[in-house]
């Protein structure tokens, strides 16, 4: 493995500034459960990674008083899984971050650096983006705030500009009443990287048609994680069994998936398909029993 | 043969490894200390398929500072391989497959090596690849080995020179004519496995260094420390005493470890290392295309039956995807010609099973030895021509397996087997013909069962030694070649050696190897070791045990016939003498009359089998064609996802006719563990190849069964019909464990959702895209 510094840093305005003065070859360094194996495997070469873990606030998960929650970047898998302030309020984020790897791999892998990946797989995303998340980034311009639905650009790309880095995410507490739910296919029980994944987020909602509303993303199935608008507006429209199989249908049409060698974009497409019925099919029935 | 009762064998004792291992003490060659001397070796490897090489240019690399030793295919242009030499340590003229090493440097530090190898400039001129096997065996396909005439060559083994064919074994037997047109149902189809890899927890691992004596020593994580003494002195043209290979741990081997594939090119780097040790360890990445896989295979199945079931004749045609060099690989092509009609009765037979060379990764041993490629085929062929005729799997099963002295494919005739009862317990552990719920909507269940054989594959004579040496205090020290890689041999060979002294096992300390120092081991395949190494510690046992008896009586003035060891103490039936061996067996026994007898007890043992006989070479028929068979069956429960195609197994029952358990948990860990990774490679394991390249060789894309992965339930049944030549009747059961799991999981896919897949793995996607052609391609959207 090629050798590289290691900084630690104390203060952001730090951080940024190593970022800026490597020219690019300085890496941000979180769990490093991505970052050393691309380093080992020889597709990245960066001369300085920049610890982050160090900085104010970033390792935090709390709950802020205007009620939103707020993720510090360099924040845990675990931390977040197992928090009881999202268990309770965004069930949906537990279950996409523990759904990524192992436990082992969750204690060290971030949140933050799951998002800055960009990997369209990543599977604290589509839950963030059905809470309608938004990422907190500094730089040498200062602060900025990206809704995160903006913040990926494509596969391993955000609106990250040289220089910045993620310091957290804030999460605004869902309507009264959600019900939200994670699914996931891999081949393997457990650890493996999404082939599909699906976040259904569903809320009693009187002034909508069908009586809910949603917010519906989708993991693995196109450059980013993206929403599935038509799905959400169709369901908000009729959420009967009828409209829920429209609904999915729209959702697998919202999909824009490759060929790799983990699946055909055919299969990615039915399977959104059927996993959105299936997530859509539990919340309501946990809407109904509530 | 007389069996006594035991005391030891046929108990469960936990594994006398076990602690150390748990502890973290145990040490692997990686844990191995060779301070600061150590030099660090990597391997410069081909990125193409097929090329020959028109320059190498190592100036570069040996200018770097920090690089001791570079290493090329012109300084060890010599071939090695187990039954056919046509492997060389690091190519020479050409490349064959995709990570073939063609050259290698030792340095101060890794990373430095890693540089070095970066500096070696290679030049190829590309040649058209080889990627199929089928295509391969035909006249049209490029000739991998033009050579191939010239290498030195097992008897046994049948090569086609100016083809890609280094083995094909034949089988004719009986009238196919008559066979087809006593069938009321002739069936044909062509199954498909891909290559896979052993995943061995531990990689490759190597430390090779030469003393100024000229010396080597290879410490090596290897199943044939032996053999890798062999090849490896052949080789490179030295005295095999000038070469002393250490295996200590093994941290799994699955076959990859068998044979030679990099420690060579270790030892060729230690050479002109000055005396430096040179370390050399496989990334997970190298394991996975670089050392073996299992071969692949294409296989076509042409089967004819009566309508009651009675299977009347076979044409099989084997075409083994067997990569770049087929030294370790043309046996198991053989293995699968001799077995080619799997455990069945079948009185016309026309069999070929080639091994064609491809640019894909070296094809080697892998537990079940061809074994678990033909079942696939054969297993599923049998129940889809059962469901044609309206009959039941099981009865058909039944009706066909091999009893008692009926013929097998090469006219040998069978031995005392519990084939019959495995497949009845297995089906009525698995409640055949019993339907049960699905766990939600969307989801069915089916049952499956498939039947298998396998014979210990190897030359016809591999031998076993044993010696054991006793200590003061009465305990002893056994000393075998076989090794433990994570199978047991170390208790089992306590176990033996224990009931065979009449000592309780804990006064029983096992070695791991040394070559110098242990007695010889052909190698720790075929499932062989518990029967072969056994017998040899049997001997080893029996010999030092009259030792001590010869000695007591003659000092007591007793018949020796009057004396045992029982627990650790001689005694006497005839006097109720008793005497524990503490002193006398290193110190021997003083007489009444004043002088001594005795002296430090050693008993040593061999076992070779000598009663195998050549087959034809045109219809591979002969007297006794392998040593023996194990049998056995397993049945499989699973449900399935008709929406997204997942199945999950949930229930699998093993039922293996072992002989005699010496250990039956360590013989049930075995059945699990086997069909774990049976049904790992049933269900996700492939090394995805596109023109040679390995696509998925990490992990992240190559995905195994881990313990949630695991079925549900797991079901073991030990079947004891003992072997005539086995330690306490025993035979292997390594390898079979995984044999017929796929066809098994296939089979029971099948009865819950009527799709068939012909090709290893069933993926969530083939069963997804199989229901949807069996539903019509706009059924469903």
Redesign the interface.
């Known amino acids: 493995m090629q050798p590289f510094d290691y900084v630690k840093p104390k203060t952001l305005e730090e951080a940024s500034a190593l970022l800026l003065q490597h020219n690019g070859q300085a890496r941000p360094f979180a769990g490093c459960t991505d970052l050393l194996i691309r380093i080992e495997r020889g597709f990245l070469h960066p001369d300085v990674v920049v610890d982050i873990k160090a900085l104010p606030g970033m390792r935090e998960v709390a709950v802020q008083p205007d009620g939103h929650l707020r993720i510090g970047a360099a924040a845990t898998m675990n931390q977040v899984a197992l928090h009881p302030a999202v268990l309770e309020r965004w069930p949906l984020l537990a279950e996409g971050c523990a759904s990524v790897a192992s436990y082992q791999l969750r204690n060290r892998a971030t949140v933050g650096g799951n998002l800055c990946n960009a990997s369209p797989a990543a599977d604290s995303a589509p839950a963030l983006l059905c809470y309608e998340a938004v990422a907190h980034i500094f730089g040498p311009a200062g602060q900025r705030s990206v809704p995160l639905e903006q913040f990926f650009l494509g596969p391993g790309k955000t609106v990250l500009e040289r220089g910045e880095l993620l310091t957290a995410i804030t999460v605004p507490p869902p309507a009264p009443g959600a019900v939200g739910h994670f699914l996931k296919l891999g081949r393997t029980a457990v650890g493996d990287i999404s082939v599909v994944s699906v976040a259904v987020l569903g809320w009693p909602d009187l002034g909508a048609p069908s009586g809910t509303s949603w917010h519906i993303a989708l993991g693995a199935v196109a450059p980013t994680p993206i929403r599935a608008a038509e799905a959400e507006r169709l369901l908000g429209q009729d959420a009967s069994p009828a409209g829920v199989e429209a609904a999915s249908r729209a959702a697998a049409a919202a999909a824009r998936p490759i060929d790799d060698i983990r699946a055909s974009a055919a299969y990615r497409t039915d399977m959104v398909r059927v996993l959105t019925r299936r997530g859509v099919e539990r919340v309501l029935a946990e809407m109904r029993a509530s | 043969m007389t069996i006594k009762k035991t005391t030891i064998v046929g108990q469960s004792f936990q594994r006398v490894e076990s602690n150390a291992k748990v502890t973290g003490a145990a040490q692997y060659v990686d844990d191995l200390q060779f301070g600061p001397n150590l030099l660090h070796g990597r391997l410069k490897r081909s990125p193409l398929p097929h090329a020959l090489i028109k320059r190498i240019d190592v100036s570069k690399a040996k200018a770097l500072p920090g690089v001791r030793v570079v290493v090329t295919g012109q300084d060890y242009p010599g071939l090695t391989g187990l039954y056919l030499s046509d492997r060389p340590i690091f190519a020479v003229d050409r490349v064959r497959f995709v990570g073939e090493p063609v050259a290698g440097v030792a340095a101060e530090t890794p ?1 430095l090596a890693e540089k070095a190898c970066d500096l070696i400039e290679v030049e190829y001129e590309e040649l058209p690849g080889v990627f199929d096997p089928e295509y391969g065996a035909s006249p049209e396909a490029p000739l991998i080995h033009p050579n191939l005439g010239e290498y030195a060559c097992a008897p046994f083994i049948f090569r086609r020179p100016g083809t890609n064919i280094s083995n094909w074994f034949k089988v004719r037997k009986g009238n196919m004519e008559q066979g087809w047109a006593e069938a009321d149902y002739i069936y044909e189809h062509t199954y498909r496995v891909p290559q896979v890899q052993h995943v061995p927890l531990e990689t490759h691992a190597t430390v090779a260094q030469v003393d100024g004596n000229g010396k080597i020593t290879l410490w090596s994580s290897s199943q044939s420390p032996f053999a890798q003494r062999n090849l490896i002195a052949k080789s490179l043209g030295i005295s095999h005493s000038k070469l002393r290979v250490i295996t200590p741990y093994v941290g799994g081997g699955f076959g990859s470890k068998a044979g030679v594939s990099m420690e060579g090119a270790c030892v060729a780097m230690a050479l002109k290392a000055k005396g430096r040790p040179v370390k050399l360890v496989m990334s997970r ?1 190298e394991e996975f295309y670089t050392t073996f896989v299992r071969q692949g295979l294409v296989a076509k199945i042409k089967m004819g039956m009566t309508k009651d079931g009675r299977i009347t004749a076979m044409q099989n045609t084997y075409y083994w995807d067997a990569g770049a060099y087929t030294e370790y690989g043309v046996n198991i092509t053989r293995a699968a010609g001799y077995s080619s009609t799997g455990p069945y009765y079948v009185p016309n037979v026309h069999a070929d099973s080639l091994c064609v060379y491809t640019n894909h990764p070296i094809g080697g041993a892998m537990r079940g030895f061809g074994m678990p490629e033909i079942h696939w085929a054969i297993e599923q062929h049998i129940d889809r021509m059962a469901e044609h005729l309206g009959l039941d799997p099981v009865q058909v099963r039944l009706l066909n397996c091999l009893k008692d002295g009926q013929e097998t494919v090469t006219g040998m005739p069978m031995h005392p087997t519990g084939l019959s009862q495995c497949i009845q317990k297995a089906a009525e552990a698995i409640g055949w013909g019993k339907p049960s719920q699905p766990s939600g909507p969307h989801k069915r269940r089916g049952k499956g069962i498939a039947a298998m054989w396998k014979a210990p594959a190897m030359p016809p004579n591999p031998g076993s030694a044993a010696t054991i040496r006793f200590n003061e205090d009465g305990t002893c020290l056994v000393n075998i070649g076989g090794v433990d890689m994570g199978q047991g041999t170390l208790t089992i060979a306590a176990q033996l050696a224990a009931e065979g002294l009449g000592i309780p096992i804990e006064d029983v300390r096992v070695n791991t190897v040394d070559t110098d120092y242990s007695p010889y081991e052909w190698q720790t395949v075929a499932s062989r070791i518990t029967w072969s190494m056994g017998n040899a510690i049997l001997a080893a046992a029996e010999e030092a045990k009259m030792q001590i008896i010869q000695m007591v009586a003659e000092v007591w003035g007793e018949n020796p016939q009057d004396l045992d060891i029982i627990d650790g103490n001689v005694v006497s039936f005839a006097t109720e003498e008793s005497i524990p061996l503490k002193n006398i067996v290193v110190y021997g026994m003083q007489k009444p009359d004043g002088t001594w007898v005795g002296g430090p007890v050693v008993g040593k043992g061999r076992f070779m089998p000598t009663y195998v006989t050549p087959l034809d070479p045109e219809t591979g028929q002969g007297p006794r064609a392998v040593v023996h068979f194990t049998t056995g069956a397993q049945a499989a429960e699973v449900e399935v996802d008709e ?2 195609g ?1 199945v999950r197994v949930i229930k699998l029952v093993s039922a293996y006719d072992v002989g005699k358990a010496i250990n039956p948990d360590m013989v049930k860990t075995q059945m699990e563990g086997g069909a774990v990774q049976g049904m790992s490679t049933a269900l ?1 394991e492939q090394i ?1 190849l596109k023109n040679g390249q390995p ?2 060789p990490t992990f ?2 190559y ?4 313990a ?2 695991a079925p549900l339930e797991m079901e073991d049944i030990i079947v004891e019909v003992p072997q005539d030549d086995g330690p306490f009747g025993a035979r292997g059961i390594g390898e079979h464990a995984m044999v017929p799991t796929a066809p098994a999981i296939a089979n029971a896919v099948r009865a819950a959702v009527g799709v068939e897949i012909d090709s290893m793995p069933i ?3 083939k069963v ?2 199989a229901l949807r052609e069996k539903r019509g391609a706009n059924g469903n ?1």
């Open positions: 990373e990445a929406e997204t997942e996700l995805i696509l998925n992240t894309d995905r195994i069964a881990t949630v992965d993926t969530s996607e997804w895209r959207r």
